[in-house]
């Protein structure tokens, strides 16, 4: 079954600290890889996206994801956060053969100002 | 360019009752996703439309919830009878291109 893990439940960081959440994922084709953030209070919104083409992504905001095929992986790294990173960080995946997505269960990142 | 909205933003009834969300894609994306996420869980895939037909609805928990998409434009999640279980945020998307662009989402509890 498809299926998506994300690593941590809860991040804690400091401003200026480096970030890297984790994902994998289960599926045994060809896959498109997504990560979206909820910030509080608003819509779910498209960080980055992986499709094809080179395996490391840049998104919106300084942040990025490599995709690692041998892993199965996609993790998400910003170099520096912010307090305004803190939300809601989901990562998904879609095969190539059909629409839906299949999420991760989230990762909550807090920035202590 | 209006977004992907959703009404009600949140909605509480008893268990038993009726409830009907309501979606309105972005113009003219053909496709139409619902998911679901119970709290603490992740978010699960509900069903999808093109234009106004049924894709795939292999996600409908059962047949207490059903979608419609009138002529292709907005669409609605019934639930009825609803059940304690069924609380949760339901979120609408559309696509068109292959980038899905999410609504608000509706808040629903069941008490």
């Known amino acids: 079954a498809q299926s998506v893990s994300q690593h941590n439940h809860h991040v804690i960081l400091s401003e200026a600290a480096s970030l890297e959440l984790g994902c994998n994922y289960s599926y045994g084709g060809t896959v498109n890889l997504f990560w979206y953030v909820q910030y509080p209070g608003q819509h779910l919104q498209l960080l980055l996206k992986y499709f094809s083409g080179d395996p490391l992504v840049k998104g919106i905001k300084g942040f990025e994801a490599e995709f690692i095929k041998s892993k199965f992986s996609f993790n998400l790294r910003k170099p520096s956060v912010q307090w305004s990173d803190t939300a809601e960080y989901f990562c998904a995946v879609r095969g190539d053969s059909n629409y839906q997505l299949i999420w991760g269960a989230g990762t909550k990142l807090i920035i202590k100002p | 360019e209006a977004g992907v909205t959703q009404f009600p933003s949140h909605s509480v009834i008893e268990k038993g009752q009726t409830v009907t969300l309501r979606c309105d894609p972005i113009s003219g994306h053909d496709n139409l996703y619902w998911y679901r996420r119970v709290m603490g869980k992740e978010i699960k895939f509900l069903l999808h439309?093109?234009?106004?037909?049924?894709?795939?609805e292999s996600g409908m928990p059962n047949n207490r919830f059903l979608a419609e998409r009138t002529g292709g434009t907005y669409s609605t999640l019934k639930v009825q009878p609803a059940e304690l279980e069924d609380s949760g945020v339901y979120f609408c998307a559309s696509s068109q291109g292959g980038r899905e662009y999410f609504g608000p989402g509706t808040r629903l509890t069941v008490t």
């Open positions: 439309f093109v234009k106004e037909s049924k894709q795939d």
